[in-house]
């Protein structure tokens, strides 16, 4: 597809079980970021991406949170041993340019909706 | 540090009529961008309008406008002949540091979930 696409959609996960969540983004974007959107809040920054290079990781809120882009396309961001607060929506955004966010060059996926029972 | 502030949880407004969302920001940047989302109950971020620091006009989209008061450091929008397919969840954002390119992410406020009544 064009837009960026995400998987899973809906995710269940056992408290203590590790989870991974998907990123594609639009072909040739060279950012990408994953945001944190519990409910009824707004996103919150979790990491950055330039290419392959993971430039931000400031937002990530324990090392529980990790997250990858070997490849410069595809993120995967892994969640070990999760807990209930973990329970939220995963954004993925991707832009074409460098780092810059202005205007409407960033562009967001549907999210994966994560519950942690 | 930088902050959003949206005042308004919810807000209700009659088909064809125009609609503010307020949103207030808090920023010592000089240089700085403020965005207009739309998040339908699906889950998509759906840009509406983006408004530079340096932006001498307030920025237009159709029928969203962006009411930029500097001074006040206020960016409210403004939906023009309001559609029931407008309801949803709306977030103002700012973005910081775009001079140095260390515009990297985007500060959230809270949201205002805008109900268009037939």
């Known amino acids: 597809g064009a837009g960026v696409s995400q998987s899973p959609r809906y995710k269940v996960a056992k408290r203590g079980q590790d989870v991974a969540l998907r990123c594609d983004p639009i072909?040739?974007?060279?950012?990408l970021f994953w945001y944190q959107q519990a409910l009824g809040q707004g996103p919150e920054f979790l990491t950055y991406?330039?290419?392959?290079?993971?430039?931000?990781k400031s937002g990530l809120p324990s090392d529980r949170f990790f997250a990858e882009r070997p490849e410069g396309s595809v993120s995967t961001l892994k969640i070990q041993r999760t807990q209930q607060e973990d329970s939220a929506v995963y954004l993925c955004?991707?832009?074409?340019?460098?780092?810059?966010?202005?205007?409407?060059?960033?562009?967001f996926g549907e999210g994966s909706w994560l519950t942690v029972v | 540090a930088q902050k959003i502030t949206q005042t308004q949880p919810g807000m209700f407004v009659q088909e064809k009529e125009a609609v503010t969302l307020d949103c207030t920001y808090d920023?010592?940047?000089?240089?700085?961008?403020l965005f207009w989302y739309k998040q339908p109950s699906s889950g998509e971020m759906i840009f509406l309008i983006y408004?530079?620091?340096?932006?001498?006009q307030n920025a237009t989209e159709g029928r969203y406008s962006l009411n930029f008061q500097k001074a006040r450091k206020s960016a409210n929008l403004v939906i023009s002949a309001s559609q029931l397919g407008d309801s949803a969840m709306y977030f103002c954002?700012?973005?910081?540091?775009?001079?140095?390119?260390?515009?990297?992410?985007?500060?959230f406020g809270s949201g205002t979930q805008l109900t268009v009544l037939p």
């Open positions: 955004a991707s832009s074409l340019y460098e780092g810059g966010v202005t205007g409407n060059t960033i562009y």
């Open positions: 072909s040739g974007h060279v950012s």
């Open positions: 991406f330039q290419n392959e290079a993971q430039l931000d």
């Open positions: 920023t010592s940047d000089q240089s700085y961008g």
């Open positions: 408004q530079g620091s340096y932006d001498e």
């Open positions: 954002a700012m973005s910081y540091g775009i001079s140095s390119g260390s515009a990297r992410q985007l500060t």
